[in-house]
């Protein structure tokens, strides 16, 4: 059994063959896949999606640079529809800081840390993002108390890493560990009941196509080799960790 905790369905590239794809995911034994929202468009569409296929549960989100986008105005539009759909959604995210393309750190700030306490009162998990801003996700992690949390594509050092571990928090661990010395580094000194798999599909592209969910199956088939047990062993753990993350 596989699980994509990371994932854009409602991208463009997929608009024209979702119903193959998802039938394609359900021969390749994957039993869920988190789509993750990027505004409230994204968020709508990912809503739509969880509807009409069981295989997809929404989660709703606001993507760092999108954020430096929006109002206030727009941004308690998005919020609203947060609450108003929080028993439709298994969790918040994507969200985060993005310190690479960032334009405005302080509005992304702002708003990850509203929806971090949303979070914490509609009482839903997080799917982060951290890139090359790691120190100020973790500070404003640790200064909000948060608990149920996923880095997702985690590409930070190993002391961040290790205080991610020390919190009980996760990391979500993408395909292209296959050929990245860092994720394999990272699986190495986190233990397995703190990982997860993602594919952030269709981003994070795989042998020069668009990635899709069922390539986890790479994800699981290295982590396997990394932690010296076989893969039906580490995808049933992967997959208690998802429930004990999302659903319990």
């Known amino acids: 059994m596989l699980i994509d905790v990371h994932a854009h369905l409602d991208n463009e590239l997929f608009s024209k063959n979702i119903n ?117 996700v973790l500070e404003l992690l640790k200064i909000n108390k948060m608990e149920k949390v996923v880095m997702h594509s985690f590409t930070g050092n190993k002391k961040i890493a290790k205080e991610i571990i020390n919190n009980n928090w996760f990391f979500s661990i993408p395909p292209c560990i296959i050929n990245s010395k860092h994720f394999q580094f990272l699986v190495e000194i986190t233990p397995i009941e703190n990982l997860l798999t993602e594919t952030d599909s269709p981003y994070q592209y795989t042998n020069h196509e668009p990635n899709k969910p069922f390539f986890v199956k790479y994800s699981i088939e290295m982590i396997s080799k990394i932690k010296n047990s076989n893969e039906k062993n580490i995808s049933q753990k992967v997959f208690d960790n998802y429930k004990n993350v999302f659903i319990n």
């Open 20 to 136: 193959e794809l998802i039938e394609e995911c359900k021969k390749n034994n994957v039993k869920e896949i988190i789509n993750n929202g990027l505004n409230l468009e994204s968020n709508k569409n990912t809503l739509e999606l969880s509807k009409n296929f069981d295989l997809i549960k929404a989660s709703f989100g606001l993507y760092p640079l999108e954020a430096e986008k929006i109002n206030s105005s727009n941004f308690n539009k998005l919020k609203s529809h947060i609450i108003e759909n929080s028993e439709n959604i298994i969790a918040i995210g994507e969200i985060g800081l993005d310190g690479k393309y960032s334009k405005d750190l302080k509005l992304q700030e702002k708003y990850f840390t509203e929806l971090l306490k949303l979070a914490k009162e509609i009482n839903k998990p997080i799917i982060v993002h951290s890139r090359q801003a790691e120190l100020k």
